[in-house]
Nanobody, 120 residues
């Protein structure tokens, strides 16, 4: 059974950077896609960025060029480099593994989440 394990969250000051990592344990299919979502209390989980097995990326509008999603060489890892962080980026960030690239739909497998807090 595949499990997703995130790491790299924490507390950072506005304007700072964080790098989130996600590793899938177990065997995944070669055409699986991976992404990052985030959620704050009382709001629906939303897409941050997704990357297909072929390397195509999809970013939410609020990213505004500040974040970069990268797939690891082993294809079972995905990273989210976050720069110029803002207080409104504070959320629990979730790794996602899925067969499709319908990123607006909350499907697939989820990690346990990692907290990102942007505050001075």
């Amino acid at each position: 059974q595949v499990q997703l394990v995130e790491s790299g969250g924490g507390l950072v000051q506005p304007g700072g950077s964080l790098r989130l990592s996600c590793a899938a344990s177990g065997s995944i299919y070669s055409n699986d896609n991976m992404g990052w979502y985030r959620q704050v209390p009382g709001k629906q989980r939303e897409l941050v960025a997704g990357v297909s097995t072929g390397g195509s990326t999809n970013y939410a509008d609020f990213v505004e060029g500040r974040f970069t999603i990268l797939r690891g060489n082993a294809k079972n890892t995905v990273y989210l480099q976050m720069n110029s962080l803002k207080p409104e980026d504070t959320a629990v960030y979730y790794c996602n593994l899925r067969r499709d690239t319908s990123w607006s739909y909350l499907g697939g497998l989820w990690g346990q989440g990692t907290q990102v807090t942007v505050s001075s």
